[in-house]
Nanobody, 124 residues
Framework: QVQLVESGGGLVQAGGSLRLSCAASGLTFSRYSMGWFRQAPGKEREFVASIDWLGGITLYAGPVKGRFTISRDNAKNTVYLQMNSLKPEDTAVYYC?????????????????WGQGTQVTVSS
């Protein structure tokens, strides 16, 4: 049974930082590309960042480029999202997802497995 479990969310002031983690089990983690998405209240789920199976190719959404960094540790079956200079508009539930194709991708329909999400709230 595949499980993706996010952690690291919380409440932070604007300008602060958080690091999200997503621990994967039940799959051959190193074969999957991984992505982070987010969904704010009343809005559709949107792409945040992705990383290919080797960790050599990363993609970022425009609003987070230069502030967020995605990385992975295949030995620990974990993907991370380092979020710096957080803004109130970053407030959302953040989800990690796994894509068996292995290539870094922005489309949510490309992803095969999803976590339950972790709440990030940025106060002004």
């Amino acid at each position: 049974q595949v499980q993706l479990v996010e952690s690291g969310g919380g409440l932070v002031q604007a300008g602060g930082s958080l690091r999200l983690s997503c621990a994967a089990s039940g799959l051959t983690f190193s074969r999957y590309s991984m992505g982070w998405f987010r969904q704010a209240p009343g809005k559709e789920r949107e792409f945040v960042a992705s990383i290919d199976w080797l960790g050599g190719i990363t993609l970022y959404a425009g609003p987070v480029k230069g502030r967020f960094t995605i990385s992975r540790d295949n030995a620990k079956n974990t993907v991370y999202l380092q979020m710096n200079s957080l803004k109130p508009e970053d407030t959302a539930v953040y989800y990690c997802a796994a894509d068996l194709r292995g290539t870094s991708s922005i489309g949510p329909n490309n992803y095969d497995y999803w976590g339950q999400g972790t709440q990030v709230t940025v106060s002004s």
